[in-house]
């Protein structure tokens, strides 16, 4: 479903040049719910803007649902951007416009395509049915919670049915609480339509919830983690708030196209090898690396 393959983003503004992505690597498949981690800077929402079609890569390949992202015309992102993703953002202002209610929001984008006139408000009441806000289709968002207006949001991301939901924070500004009714709703809706999920997040709790999390380092994936099957029956079994999610995962690093290798900080000092420079051996089948 999206393919990228050694994507490479440079930012130049008058005095710097910034490489946001070096060269990443990703494949994930349609239907996924995967969760994307790193530090500050580590090129995040450069990934998701990319994969939304909001900026352009400098170099590499970028294919979502079979199309080119690096080869498309301005119209053609434009087209790409109303029918194939859908974004919920951490501020509720860029999500809601505050003088419509959580009904009239949801219709804004289907407004913008002219395929699909029909029913638009019958449409957004079984939207907002879906995401648990029935009760709420006449409220302006100042008369909702914070949980309340992201579900709007995550209502508003799905109006032109996307086949992939791009969310950038979405637990970011609010409580534990509403972050797991959050979490339930992205799983939910990921199991009932199908949809492909990608949140970019800081939020353990939520990475630990999600079937496949990366984490970026320096503008590439550098670990992944995929959850466990007796994980994942467990957490459809079970309420939320009861998860700690240790040993939810089996990690994994990842080998980039030159054979390179990032190793955290935890396992080096894990294995106590503190110089840059180590011996790497095959021993009975394995790659043992050690101090000198
Ligand atoms: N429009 C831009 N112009 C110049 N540099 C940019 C631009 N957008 C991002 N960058 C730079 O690219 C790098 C990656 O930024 P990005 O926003 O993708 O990181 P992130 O992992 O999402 O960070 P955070 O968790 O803080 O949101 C950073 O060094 C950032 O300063």
Redesign the pocket.
């Known amino acids: 479903m999206i393919d990228c393959d050694s994507l490479v983003k440079i ?1 130049k ?1 008058d005095e710097v040049e ?1 490489m ?1 992505l070096q060269g990443l690597e990703l494949t994930i498949k349609k239907g996924e719910l995967m969760a994307v981690i ?10 998701l803007n990319m994969i939304g079609g909001l900026e352009r890569p400098t170099a590499g390949k970028l294919y979502v649902d079979g199309k080119d992202l690096f080869a498309m015309t301005d119209k053609e992102l434009v087209e790409y951007r109303k029918h194939t993703v859908g974004f919920v953002w951490q501020k509720n202002s860029r999500n809601l416009l505050p003088y419509m209610t959580a009904l009239e929001n949801v219709q804004v984008p289907m407004y913008f395509d002219k395929d699909n006139k029909e029913d638009r408000e019958a449409r957004a009441y079984d939207l907002l049915c879906k995401v648990g806000l029935k009760e709420k289709v006449n409220s302006y968002p100042a008369q909702m919670s914070g949980g309340e207006q992201q579900r709007v949001a995550i209502a508003i991301a799905l109006a032109n049915n996307p086949k992939i939901l791009l969310a950038d924070e979405p637990t970011g500004a609010v409580d534990s609480k509403t972050s797991d009714m959050i979490q339930d709703l992205f799983r939910k809706l990921n199991e009932e339509m199908g949809i492909t999920v990608i949140i ?1 997040t ?1 939020d353990i709790s939520l990475a630990n919830k999600v079937g496949r999390v990366v984490m ?1 380092a320096d503008g590439k994936i550098s670990t992944e983690k995929i959850m466990k099957e007796d994980y994942r029956k467990r957490i459809n079994d079970m309420e939320s708030e009861s998860f700690n999610g240790t040993d939810s995962h089996e990690e994994y690093s990842i080998m980039d196209k030159a054979h390179r290798v990032q190793i955290s900080d935890d396992i080096l000092e894990a294995a106590g090898i503190d110089t840059n420079k180590v011996k790497i051996q095959v021993v009975d089948g394995k790659v043992v690396i050690s101090k000198e």
């Not at 790193?38 to 990934?47: A, D, I, P, Q």
Request: proline share 0%; no cysteine.
């Open positions: 930012y503004t910034v946001a790193g530090k500050s800077g580590s090129g995040k929402s450069t990934l970019v800081h970026i």
